[in-house]
């Protein structure tokens, strides 16, 4: 009955080189001399300069960076996932009222253009002083972010039979039982999905981050990097370096939520039998 | 008597804390989305430079926009962009995922793989595309043309490098979604001799419609706002070959200092998201679909 | 009842603690713009790390040691500063000594009402005279000083001596001189004329500069400029005309599409490598040759420059076209104007040490007088005779970014693009040009232009 899948495994490593080659060239290219880069611009590196990615280190400023990018991600993503989540959970549970009104609003809201609300945001912040602070970023994000983590995580929620809430209830669970043992298993994946997504929004981000975030040492990795990429333009094998180094953090978090993505999931099933 | 009381005291406690838990969202969003928005459609019907006072102008910003060539032809390459992100990276993430669904060994893997590239920066992927795409010593030179230089395939080589970053995307989540489909489903339909293809379309798609009618739906709102990689690619040229809507509101508000103009097509720009947004929920309700 | 009433508050809490955290997290806010600070902020756009470390040990630092009010730089990234300052001026912060990127942006600013009027201190500090005679007069707005000029820069054509000794070529000093060279190179197959504007559209101002200048002479560019003849003359189509057709020659980067994805640093380094035989560009070009030249390069010879040749009948020899490539201005909002005026000064004064940032790392020195003495001996002598020139000469021409308005340069270098690609006519594009700039000429937007003959 699963005779001939050979012909997707052929389809699906195709495409695992369309999406992996550009990025094994770019790791590849980080460990080359300039010389090379040249001469041997798609090939592996005759001889791997592992010294380009501590250059890089220094020259880039990343550590600085790093930590920047971590403080604005982590708070990102908790907040939106919070904010977001609560909203899903009124929307998809507790059937607010006016619920299509809301939904509209949502979506409405994730439609404006940034530069709609730039300038004059820009105004407000430095009146209350959350002009280039972290803090400020971070909030910028949670209103930025929120509601499409709402709308995913709610159409998650969505799909749990009311049947399980009812037999909580019975037992006597309250609003947060209700929430600890019985939505948030089942819709598990989707706030995983949300967080991952908000994070990796916050860590990638550059516009907003560049208006609203002035001090050097306050920067995170994506303003780092494209800085070090217009002055250095000459240097590219230092560029790829802090590239590499700047995509390592996330691709190590999807990494760690992605094993615990697949479990949610598996046992969502299995709860469903 | 008391038990109706009790029920409609239960639904009206359920309706409060329902609202307090959306109080975060809205205040947040009160505060830095609206507040600012309002403010700028007051901007939009200004001169403003963006630095001194503004003065009223009516509707003269509007009018002007409806003329600028500029405005029109960053609105057509918009659609452009749109009709083509509603093709390719959605046929590739959901081909995919259903692939996916079918195999026994790698799935993982492969997610993790495809997933890749939108993990990595939009300034990371630009760098790394450029290089690729650069005429002279990229692996492009095998084509001879200069994709991002030339004014015909300008756009194209955008989109292509945007999409690169983004289908994976769309594959986890349709993954996801498809990961959900009760597999007796798919027996049924085998009993009945279906192939791939009839499977697809009539146990897949179905169930995940929710899914894919959203993600259809953000994909339409984005196309509307891309400017990350356009900015970071070509700033809209060669000679407006890529400029979108975004990049003529960026240049008109900080390069030709008309932020009251610019203000007026991000205006445009919210009422044409609005327009879509409207169409789909009444072809929601007329389909009676939940998303 | 209790219950729900216990779980809503925990709700509540959970919610506010998350935010409390995150507030904690992420540190102290710290000043918001010293404009309410103690110190004097200045922003800066550097090429690279080790010039912005040279700019804080020779332009900062000594001033500090002598003030009680401290100076304190914040870098960012060039192709943003100007952002990052529009908003920051329009919400009423921003530093106090801002770094406008020429004329045409102080003026802009100053309409805002946000800089000072830096007249108070003309006296002084002696500008009148310690200034280039045309130099002030841009920066003036309604009379008033409004900035200080600093970075005087310059258009001229570059070239690679190994290269054309060995291809029998002299630096050309007309138009058939030039096109000749142009030819021969592209039959070779190398690149005529190093052009782009990957990374930086608006080069495509510096090309323009060039072809308006030297083809239609600055005489008829003066007349333009304040309004007495307008752009869409003939003149002016035949020098845009002139312009197209190098494109349409593959002269200009190559194929008319190569121009649009050649990056500034590949192209320095095909001058270096005898991939290309010329590059006219800015004079700020001094400080990123030298890098692709030398040991461990791969690049044969050495860099030199020459003026670009007129282009036209009637068109001075040795023109160099004028341009400011920053001007400071201070805010009108500083606490501490006096000190902020005294650190401008700083800034532009003693020209042995304005020299000596050449030298050192190539600062583009303000427009001033110089002496012979000022110049120092291990000053690269074609640095040398290139600031001894500019500074002396008789033929001034007239760069967009400096003597238009912002708008009005805007236009000028985004439709280029649609000409050079056959999508407009030259005379469409310059009657365009009259549209956008006459208005801004009336409304005071423009800077006022030094007549060509007023320079001594």
């Given at each position: 009955m699963r005779q001939r899948t050979w012909w997707m495994y052929v389809v699906l490593i195709c495409l695992a080189i369309f999406a992996l080659g550009p990025l094994l060239i770019f790791v590849f290219d980080a460990l080359k001399?300039?010389?090379?880069?040249?001469?041997?611009?798609?090939?592996?590196?005759?001889?791997?300069?592992?010294?380009?990615?501590?250059?890089?280190?220094?020259?880039?400023?990343?550590?600085?960076?790093?930590?920047?990018?971590?403080?604005?991600?982590?708070?990102?993503?908790?907040?939106?996932?919070?904010?977001?989540?609560?909203?899903?959970?009124?929307?998809?549970?507790?059937?607010?009222?006016?619920?299509?009104?809301?939904?509209?609003?949502?979506?409405?809201?994730?439609?404006?253009?940034i530069q709609l609300f730039l300038v004059p945001l820009f105004f407000l912040w430095t009146k209350i002083g959350l002009y280039d602070t972290q803090f400020g970023i971070i909030v910028i994000y949670w209103a930025v972010y929120s509601p499409f983590a709402t709308l995913l995580m709610r159409s998650f929620m969505i799909g749990i039979p009311a049947s399980y809430e009812e037999a909580a209830r019975l037992d006597g669970a309250g609003e947060i039982g209700i929430i600890t043992r019985v939505v948030l298993p089942m819709a598990w994946p989707g706030v995983l999905t949300a967080a991952l997504v908000s994070a990796l929004s916050a860590y990638n981000e550059f516009l907003l981050v560049l208006t609203f975030v002035q001090t050097n040492t306050k920067q995170p990795l994506s303003l780092t990097f494209f800085a070090f990429q217009q002055g250095y333009s000459q240097n590219y094998v230092l560029i790829c370096a802090s590239g590499v180094i700047m995509i390592l953090p996330m691709l190590i978090l999807f990494l760690l939520l992605q094993r615990r993505f697949v479990e949610g999931v598996a046992s969502q099933g299995l709860a469903a039998e | 008597m008391a038990a109706i009381g009790h029920v409609s005291g239960l639904r009206r406690r359920r309706a409060r804390i329902a609202w307090l838990c959306m109080i975060p969202l809205i205040l947040v969003n009160l505060l830095v989305i609206v507040g600012p928005a309002v403010q700028s459609i007051y901007y939009s019907f200004t001169s403003w430079d963006g630095l001194s006072s503004a003065h009223w102008v009516g509707l003269a910003n509007y009018v002007d926009l409806v003329q600028d060539p500029q405005f029109v032809q960053g609105l057509l390459?918009?659609?452009?962009?749109?009709?083509?992100?509603?093709?390719?990276?959605?046929?590739?993430?959901?081909?995919?995922?259903?692939?996916?669904?079918?195999?026994?060994?790698?799935?993982?893997?492969?997610?993790?793989?495809?997933?890749?590239?939108?993990?990595?920066?939009?300034?990371?992927?630009?760098?790394?595309?450029?290089?690729?795409l650069a005429p002279h010593h990229g692996f492009a030179s095998l084509f001879k043309i200069n994709f991002l230089g030339d004014t015909h395939t300008a756009l194209w080589s955008v989109a292509f490098i945007n999409n690169w970053a983004w289908w994976g995307f769309l594959l986890v989540v349709f993954l996801a979604a498809m990961q959900g489909v009760n597999p007796s489903l798919y027996e049924a339909a085998e009993l009945d001799g279906a192939g791939h293809w009839a499977k697809f379309v009539s146990v897949t798609l179905p169930a995940i419609r929710p899914t894919f009618m959203f993600l259809a739906l953000m994909t339409i709102i984005w196309s509307f706002?891309?400017?990350?990689?356009?900015?970071?690619?070509?700033?809209?040229?060669?000679?407006?070959?890529?400029?979108?809507?975004?990049?003529?509101?960026?240049?008109?508000a900080f390069s030709e200092q008309q932020a009251g103009y610019g203000a007026a097509i991000g205006v445009v720009m919210a009422v044409i998201s609005g327009i879509v947004i409207a169409a789909f929920r009444i072809f929601q309700r007329v389909r009676r679909w939940d998303v | 009842m209790t219950d729900n009433v216990t779980s809503r508050r925990a709700f509540l809490g959970l919610g506010l603690a998350g935010a409390a955290g995150t507030g904690l997290l992420a540190g102290c806010s710290g000043s918001s713009g010293a404009v309410n600070g103690s110190d004097l902020q200045i922003w800066g756009a550097f090429a690279s790390q080790d010039i912005q470390a040279y700019f804080e040990k020779e332009f900062v630092r000594p001033f500090n040691q002598k003030s009680p009010v401290q100076v304190q730089l914040s870098a960012k990234p060039s192709n943003t500063i100007d952002r990052l300052?529009?908003?920051?001026?329009?919400?009423?912060?921003?530093?106090?000594?801002?770094?406008?990127?020429?004329?045409?942006?102080?003026?802009?600013?100053?309409?805002?009402?946000?800089?000072?009027?830096?007249?108070?201190?003309?006296?002084?500090?002696?500008?009148?005279?310690?200034?280039?005679?045309?130099?002030l007069r841009p920066c003036r707005v309604d009379g008033r000083l409004m900035s200080l000029p600093v970075q005087l820069e310059s258009l001229v054509l570059f070239y690679n001596t190994a290269v054309f000794k060995k291809h029998g070529w002299k630096p050309p000093?007309?138009?058939?001189?030039?096109?000749?060279?142009?030819?021969?190179?592209?039959?070779?197959?190398?690149?005529?004329?190093?052009?782009?504007?990957?990374?930086?559209?608006?080069?495509?101002?510096?090309?323009?500069?060039?072809?308006?200048?030297?083809?239609?002479?600055?005489?008829?560019?003066?007349?333009?400029?304040?309004?007495?003849?307008?752009?869409?003359?003939d003149v002016f189509v035949d020098a845009i005309e002139l312009f197209k057709s190098y494109f349409d020659k593959g002269w200009a980067g190559g194929a008319t599409a190569d121009y649009f994805t050649n990056l500034g640093a590949d192209l320095d380094s095909d001058l270096a490598t005898g991939k290309a035989a010329m590059m006219p560009c800015g004079t700020w070009q001094i400080q990123n040759l030298p890098l692709y030249f030398g040991d461990g390069t791969g690049s044969i010879?050495?860099?030199?420059?020459?003026?670009?040749?007129?282009?036209a009948d009637g068109v001075p020899d040795n023109l160099f076209p004028l341009a400011i490539g920053q001007c400071y201005q201070l805010n009108a909002n500083t606490r501490h104007p006096k000190q902020g005026a005294a650190y401008l000064n700083y800034l532009v004064s003693d020209p042995a040490k304005q020299l000596k940032a050449l030298s050192d790392v190539q600062f583009e020195p303000p427009p001033v007088h110089f002496s012979i003495d000022d110049f120092p001996d291990d000053l690269d002598s074609r640095i040398a005779r290139l600031y001894h020139q500019l500074t002396t000469t008789k033929a001034i021409g007239y760069t967009t970014w400096t003597f238009l308005s912002q708008q009005s340069d805007t236009y000028l270098w985004t439709d280029i693009e649609k000409v050079v690609t056959g999508q407009l006519t030259a005379r469409d594009y310059l009657s365009g040009m009259d549209e956008v700039f006459t208005p801004d000429l009336k409304s005071g937007n423009v800077p006022q232009a030094p007549a060509p003959m007023e320079v001594k």
């Open positions: 001399t300039e010389p090379e880069l040249s001469s041997n611009p798609l090939g592996l590196p005759a001889h791997p300069q592992w010294h380009n990615f501590i250059d890089a280190w220094t020259q880039a400023g990343i550590a600085v960076g790093l930590r920047n990018s971590i403080i604005i991600v982590l708070g990102t993503m908790i907040g939106v996932v919070v904010i977001g989540g609560l909203a899903a959970y009124a929307m998809s549970r507790l059937q607010l009222p006016g619920q299509g009104a809301v939904m509209t609003y949502l979506l409405v809201v994730t439609s404006l253009p | 390459h918009n659609i452009e962009w749109t009709i083509i992100f509603l093709i390719v990276p959605m046929v590739m993430g959901l081909f995919g995922a259903y692939l996916l669904t079918m195999i026994k060994r790698g799935r993982a893997l492969f997610r993790v793989i495809f997933f890749l590239p939108y993990v990595v920066a939009s300034v990371v992927v630009a760098a790394i595309w450029q290089r690729l706002l891309v400017f990350d990689y356009i900015y970071i690619l070509t700033q809209g040229g060669p000679a407006g070959s890529t400029d979108m809507l975004s990049t003529v509101l960026y240049r008109a | 300052t529009q908003t920051a001026l329009a919400s009423g912060a921003g530093p106090d000594i801002i770094t406008a990127d020429g004329p045409g942006q102080a003026l802009s600013y100053a309409r805002s009402g946000k800089i000072d009027n830096l007249d108070d201190y003309v006296d002084q500090f002696d500008w009148d005279s310690y200034y280039l005679d045309w130099a000093t007309t138009r058939a001189e030039l096109e000749a060279i142009c030819a021969d190179a592209q039959a070779r197959g190398m690149m005529p004329l190093a052009m782009g504007n990957a990374g930086y559209q608006a080069g495509n101002e510096w090309y323009l500069s060039m072809f308006l200048n030297h083809a239609a002479g600055p005489d008829n560019v003066y007349q333009a400029l304040i309004g007495r003849k307008r752009w869409a003359s010879g050495d860099w030199d420059w020459v003026p670009f040749p007129p282009l």
